[in-house]
Nanobody, 127 residues
Framework: QVQLVESGGALVQAGGSLSLSCAASGRTFRNNVMGWFRQAPGKEREIVAA????????YHADSVKGRFTISRDNAKNTVYLQMSSLKPEDTALYYC????????????????????WGQGTQVTVSS
């Protein structure tokens, strides 16, 4: 059974930093695109960042570019999101996800293109 387990969410002050991790189990995803999404109350789920199987090709949403960095460790079947200079508008439930196998080098940006999802970890940024 495939499981994605996020960790690292917390309450932090504006300007602070957090590091999220997502460990996958049940099968290896070394050939899959992995991504981070977030969803704030009353808003749609949105892409934060994505990374291809090599770990070299990445995408970061404009709202987080320069502040967040996605990375992965295929040996550990884990994807990370390093967040710095956090803002109150970053407050959301953060999900990691694995894209369908048809994507390897292209980075899908829509939730519908992702096949497996974690339960989410809450990030709250106070002003």
């Amino acid at each position: 059974q495939v499981q994605l387990v996020e960790s690292g969410g917390a309450l932090v002050q504006a300007g602070g930093s957090l590091s999220l991790s997502c460990a996958a189990s049940g099968r290896t995803f070394r050939n899959n695109v992995m991504g981070w999404f977030r969803q704030a109350p009353g808003k749609e789920r949105e892409i934060v960042a994505a990374i291809n199987w090599t770990g070299i090709g990445t995408y970061h949403a404009d709202s987080v570019k320069g502040r967040f960095t996605i990375s992965r460790d295929n040996a550990k079947n884990t994807v990370y999101l390093q967040m710095s200079s956090l803002k109150p508008e970053d407050t959301a439930l953060y999900y990691c996800a694995v894209a369908s196998s048809e994507y390897r080098f292209t980075l899908p940006l829509q939730p519908r293109d992702y096949e497996y999802w974690g339960q989410g970890t809450q990030v709250t940024v106070s002003s």
